[in-house]
Every structure is written in C-alpha cells, then in structure tokens.
Nanobody
Framework: QVQLVEAGGGLVQAGGSLRLSCAAS????????MGWFRQAPGKEREFVAR????????YYADSVKGRFTISRDNAKNTVYLQMSSLKPEDTAVYYC?????????????WGQGTQVTVSS
C-alpha cells in the first residue's frame, strides 16, 4: 500500500505560479514512477506529468509542456509539480498517482486531490 497526500493548491491569477507537493508513505516510494493527473468539472481525469522512479526521465501532456515541471525528492518521499504561466483552463483538482506508466496511464494509488483555480 502507498498513501499519498497532496498539498499546495489554491487560487492564482492567470500567468501566476503554484507548486504542488505529494508526500508518500507506505511501500517503498523510491521504486515507483510517480505522476500527476487532473480533473476539471464535467471532464474526465487526464494525465499531466510523469517521472521515472530514478528521476532519469519525465513525460508531459502537450497541454502543459514547457509550463509545468515534475520533480521528486526520494529522501523526503515527496514529488512536486511546479506550475508556471498558469491559464484558466488549468483549473482542476490535481491528483498525485503512484505507479504511473511510461505512456501516461495511472497506477493503483491516488491521493485525495488538491484544488487549483486559475482566474482570468
């Protein structure tokens, strides 16, 4: 079992930045690929970013490429999502995921989600 707790969401103006964090506990965090997904109202949950367990590779959705950066600190069992140049269409609940595949499909473990709202 892996437990995931997100933090860092909030309200920000368009063009602003936010950093989300996801603290993991339980099964060995450092051996899991980690990812971020988001779900906007009335839409399906979608892939945002993924990082290999070693930090050696990353993968982003086209909609966030160049604006979002995923990183991880295995010593702190934490994964981050730095979001810059935010747009109103980035408004969603953001979820941390453990075991995200290299093609962006989710693994078995989810956090509770954190709300990000971008005002125009």
């Amino acid at each position: 079992q892996v437990q995931l707790v997100e933090a860092g969401g909030g309200l920000v103006q368009a063009g602003g930045s936010l950093r989300l964090s996801c603290a993991a506990s339980g099964r060995t965090f450092s051996s899991n690929a980690m990812g971020w997904f988001r779900q906007a109202p009335g839409k399906e949950r979608e892939f945002v970013a993924r990082m290999h367990w070693s930090g050696s590779s990353t993968y982003y959705a086209d909609s966030v490429k160049g604006r979002f950066t995923i990183s991880r600190d295995n010593a702190k069992n934490t994964v981050y999502l730095q979001m810059s140049s935010l747009k109103p269409e980035d408004t969603a609940v953001y979820y941390c995921n453990a075991g995200t595949t290299s093609w962006g499909s989710p693994g078995d473990y989810w956090g509770q989600g954190t709300q990000v709202t971008v005002s125009s």
